[in-house]
């Protein structure tokens, strides 16, 4: 559905992809994973016309979407949910309004069914009783639900994820990813999520793409990925299982220990 092919992207002098190539599987969630800073939101943001990228191309259901103009990938779009790690929510509007923003601006429903979406949706993410309260008046987690809600708005066939656990406690880190992929699977949407939690993407994925010195070095299912004998994968996984009380992740450091 989306695919990466050759993707290479500068910042001044700064080389941040240097020839990506990653299929993005339909209707399965994808985690991308790498280090702070390796460009994982770049990645992102060249999926959805962003960014354009130096060299390569980007393809979506097979069409080359590369060159587009901001007024195709902004029709594009339509298709794409994103919840953005900075994916603030507007401050002056309750839980509802925000829901209902992308359909206000985005369709032509009537109020009546703008009003019956937002009930889906809020449904879906647990948050009906909210619905008139403001931003500043709920917890993280429920934010971040909330901005779900949003992102599900327009019903989506592709939902991208930058960090949606981040600044979480890590009961609700589960319970939001929990959500996510429920969501995911029940609405059989294609998912990105951009996350470092190594323990979360192995559990939650269908698949995962790691990210170093700009390429895509290793990209299968969790039990592939963990069973990986690329270096840069094996020092990831061991570090985020460091300092784990002796038995829990001992399989990954069993595994890798060297
Ligand atoms: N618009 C931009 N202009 C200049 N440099 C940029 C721009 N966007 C990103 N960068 C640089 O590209 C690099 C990769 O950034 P990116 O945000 O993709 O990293 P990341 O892997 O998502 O990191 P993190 O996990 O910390 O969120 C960083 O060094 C960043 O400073």
Redesign the pocket.
């Known amino acids: 559905m989306v695919e990466l092919i050759d993707l290479h992207k500068s ?2 002098e ?1 080389k ?1 992809l240097a020839g990506v190539n990653l299929k993005i599987p339909r209707g399965r969630l994808t985690f991308i994973m ?10 992102l943001k060249h999926m959805i016309g962003l ?1 354009r990228p130096d060299r390569g191309k980007i393809l979506i259901d097979g069409e080359d979407v590369t060159d587009y103009s901001p007024a195709q990938w902004q029709r594009l779009r339509r298709r794409f949910g994103f919840l953005f ?1 900075e994916g603030a929510l507007f401050d002056s509007m309750t839980v509802a309004e925000n829901v209902a923003f992308p359909l206000m601006e985005h369709t032509r429903l009537s109020r009546r069914e703008i009003e019956k979406r937002v009930e889906e949706k809020l449904a879906v993410v647990g948050l009906l009783e909210a619905r008139d309260k403001y931003p500043a008046e709920l917890s993280g987690g429920m934010r971040k639900r909330a901005a779900l809600a949003r992102a599900l708005a327009l019903e989506p066939e592709i939902i991208l994820f ?2 949606p656990t981040t600044g979480l406690d890590p009961i609700l880190q589960v319970s939001i990813m929990k959500l996510i992929r429920e969501t995911q699977r029940r609405f059989g949407l294609t998912g990105v999520v ?1 996350s ?1 939690d190594v323990p979360i993407a192995l559990q939650a994925a269908d698949f995962i793409a790691m ?1 170093h010195e700009g390429r895509v070095v290793a990209f299968g299912p969790p039990k592939e990925i963990r069973e990986s004998d690329h270096p840069f994968v094996r020092q990831f996984l061991r570090s985020a299982f460091e300092g784990c009380l002796p038995g829990e992740g001992s399989h990954v450091q069993e595994k890798h220990g060297d």
């Open positions: 910042f001044g700064q941040v790498g280090r702070s800073g390796t460009g994982k939101s770049v990645l960014l790690q930058d960090e951009v470092h990210l």
